[in-house]
């Protein structure tokens, strides 16, 4: 049985001896098998950058106290917009020593 197929890498035309063949040759199979590989590995590798950008966020959401930087990192903005929400009186912040912190509870009043 001969079928004519085209090449899934090249997009050549060539004549298949079965009916599931999708390369014309050992060589584009091989290079679409490097290929295939080399796009798993880069979304492995953008998955585990996600992961290693996300773990911060997920420890920041499960405290109920936040540091001024915190908050910033947790809502994606700068620390000063932070001190200007604490300074209008929008964020209400507890200082302890020397350092200010905002509770869960001020954070859910802000969007409310």
Same mark, same amino acid.
């Given at each position: 049985?001969?079928?004519?197929?085209?090449?899934?890498?090249?997009?050549?035309?060539?004549?298949?001896?079965?009916? @599931?063949?999708?390369?014309?040759?050992?060589?584009?199979?091989?290079?679409?098998?490097?290929?295939r590989k080399r796009t798993e590995k880069i979304e492995a590798s953008n998955e585990e950058?996600?992961? @290693?950008?996300?773990?911060? !966020? @997920?420890?920041?959401?499960?405290?109920?106290?936040?540091?001024?930087?915190?908050?910033?990192?947790?809502?994606? !903005?700068?620390?000063?917009?932070?001190?200007?929400?604490?300074?209008?009186?929008?964020?209400?912040?507890?200082?302890?020593?020397?350092?200010?912190? @905002?509770?869960?509870?001020?954070?859910?009043?802000?969007?409310?």
């Amino acid at each position: 049985m001969i079928v004519k197929r085209i090449c899934q890498h090249c997009g050549l035309e060539f004549q298949a001896q079965t009916s @599931v063949t999708k390369y014309c040759g050992d060589n584009c199979a091989k290079r679409a098998y490097k290929a295939r590989k080399r796009t798993e590995k880069i979304e492995a590798s953008n998955e585990e950058t996600r992961q @290693v950008i996300q773990a911060p !966020i @997920v420890e920041i959401q499960a405290k109920d106290f936040l540091s001024i930087g915190e908050v910033g990192k947790l809502f994606q !903005i700068s620390r000063s917009t932070v001190w200007r929400l604490s300074k209008d009186g929008k964020l209400k912040t507890v200082k302890i020593g020397k350092r200010k912190f @905002v509770s869960r509870a001020a954070i859910n009043r802000l969007f409310e």
